[in-house]
């Protein structure tokens, strides 16, 4: 049989792409739109550690939390159930005024503090229109915190079981 010229074969290569045969396959099929799609991203999703997306995390999370307590080495936040977290350097390490509080001065404060004391966790909080950062120790006992507060000269410390600061009482009170 003569077949017209400009005709389309039905059997062709192209005949079967257009008209979409190939059972089972989605070809000449319009795809639903991944665009509207909700899909959770893990929490260590993508590079290993971006200091900055985590300082500016860090930066609101201080604000809106008024404090946390982090690890020195992944600057994750840690919450222990129960104890006390008690700054151990006789003064604020690092204080940082929030207009100026950048991702990199943040990061750098918490590295000077890592660098100078290598605690194993480091307090962080607001007051008075500054962030603080400093080296603290997590400990178990009410009475030891208070110690260590008064060896420190710190004002408060921070129960874990309360969720509250609490005032370091000097002796006699």
Known sequence: MARKPGSVNPDSTAGNARLSVGRGSNAGRSQPSGANKVVK?????????????????LRGTILRKGGVTLNAKTMNVVSPKRGYSVGVAPKTAVKIGTGR????????????IVNKYTPKNVGAWYDKGQIHLDPVKIVKS?????????????????????GKSLKVLRRGK
């Open 142 to 162: 009410y009475g030891k915190a208070q110690r260590l507060g008064r060896q420190f000269n710190q004002q408060e410390i921070y129960s874990f079981t309360s």
């Open 101 to 112: 509080a950048t991702p990199g001065r943040v990061t750098s404060g918490f590295s000077k």
């Open 41 to 57: 991203i893990p929490k260590n999703f993508g590079a290993p550690f971006d200091p900055k997306a985590k300082a500016q995390a």
